[in-house]
């Protein structure tokens, strides 16, 4: 299983049109199909047959992408956005079980026929299709991952379907006393999320300490940048470097030398989630624990990649200066999305080269298939009113996805169909 990842990237190659590779297995294999479609061959390839093996982890998380439709199976192939992908569900007993996704689309309008999809589509599915964008060039349709963000296969999340999707019951026993529930209270905790994630990475052994560095092979020195501790654990990170120790000293966490601090991350957590005052509610408990953690782990990477030492005394206190941003004649667009109201909302505003506000705009449409579907259309929107009542061609989001995007296109496939209307702009 180690090397079916990588196998797997190979199956992208049916997206790589320039590739050597990819123009003579196309022409012997899947001339008039595609890669994950083709059936058995008669005396295949080596390169071919390797591929082929990583066929199963492709196919665990692989979602259609509509385009025109015309090669999609409504019933059979999974293409509605759910996770993971599935086929739609009938309305009724199937009556066209060869029925493609291209005749549910009015091609004149280039938008869903909601007649026919409240013909046909169990009302559920509906809301789903219709977040679906249409392409405006009717180009032959593709793939994408349901599990990634960005619809693009990685080694990485290859990796995570061997590990999870695809493991035996007996890889799944359980070996240890579980910290599921750790895991789960650390989103509940009263703090911004980056704080909630640092805290489930601790707990789950997800940070970049040394020993999980040298664990994966990777090339570092395995000591405490901070204290010299000849090995750098979670535990010692946050509970038992002495600059660490010296934090929680000065910090209103109650401690106990019996439960607080212990060399056990799972330990040190459980008594500061629930045992330390015994309130078991996390909008109740006011004790500082979530930001004292953040900035240990910052103060760590602070010595760790810029040389910085950080007083105890001073670390809640903020460090860098404020920078005013230059906002002369930019269009500020935002989305907004929920997976359980039936529309999408997106605005923009236009301040001219003053910073004066000069014009702003507001819509509700049908929701979309992501929040970050739904940003892009905020953008795809505001380019057309600006194209229509300025000459501004600044544009600033706070989504960063949105402007990983722009920059490489290509990485990003669960949007092409968005990214061809942006291009006829």
Aim: net charge negative; aromatic share 10%; charged share 20%.
């Amino acid at each position: 299983m180690s090397g079916t990842p990588f196998l797997a990237k190979s199956c992208q190659i049916g997206e790589v049109s320039d590739s050597l590779v990819a123009r003579v297995l196309r022409e012997k294999y899947y001339r008039l199909s595609l890669p994950l479609r083709t059936g058995a061959v008669d005396t295949p390839l080596y390169v071919w047959t390797s591929i082929i093996a990583a066929r199963k982890l492709l196919l665990l998380g692989i979602r259609s992408k509509v385009h025109s439709g015309y090669e999609i199976n409504v019933w059979e192939d999974p293409w509605i956005p759910s996770t993971p992908g599935r086929p739609a569900r009938s309305q009724v007993p199937v009556v066209h079980p060869k029925m493609t996704v291209s005749s549910l689309i009015d091609f004149e309008s280039k938008e869903w026929d909601a007649r026919l999809l409240e013909q046909y589509v169990d009302q559920v599915d509906i809301p789903m299709i219709m977040s679906l964008a249409i392409s405006p060039t009717h180009r032959r349709d593709t793939f994408c991952l349901s599990y990634t963000k960005n619809g693009q296969y990685t080694v990485k999340y290859g990796y995570w379907v061997a590990t999870n999707l695809m493991r035996t019951d007996e890889d799944l026993e359980v070996l240890q006393p579980s910290i599921t529930k750790l895991q789960a209270f650390a989103w509940t905790v009263n703090a911004s999320q980056n704080i909630c994630h640092l805290i489930w990475q601790l707990i789950s052994g997800q940070v970049a300490v040394t020993r999980n560095q040298v664990y994966r092979n990777m090339r570092c020195d395995n000591y405490c940048p901070r204290c010299g501790e000849p090995e750098e654990i979670v535990t010692h990170v946050i509970f038992e470097c002495p600059p660490a120790l010296q934090a929680w000293t000065l910090s209103s966490t109650p401690s106990s030398p019996q439960s607080f601090h212990v060399p056990s991350v799972y330990s040190n957590m459980d008594y500061i989630f629930w045992r330390k005052n015994n309130i078991m509610k996390p909008e109740d408990d006011r004790d500082p624990y979530p930001w004292i953690i953040w900035y240990i782990w910052k103060a760590r990477n602070d010595k760790l990649f810029r040389g910085i030492d950080r007083d105890p005394l001073k670390l809640g206190q903020p460090d860098e200066e404020t920078h005013a941003l230059n906002l002369d004649n930019i269009c500020m667009v935002d989305g907004s999305w929920t997976s359980t109201t039936q529309f999408s909302g997106m605005g923009w505003v236009w301040k001219d080269s003053i910073g004066k506000i000069q014009l702003m705009g507001t819509m509700n449409l049908m929701r979309r298939e992501t929040e970050l579907h739904s940003e892009l259309e905020a953008l795809i929107w505001a380019m057309e009113s600006m194209i229509q009542h300025s000459t501004c061609q600044r544009f600033e989001t706070g989504c960063k996805d949105l402007i990983a995007m722009i920059q490489e296109p290509q990485a990003w496939p669960n949007f092409s169909t968005e990214r061809e209307i942006i291009q006829t702009l």
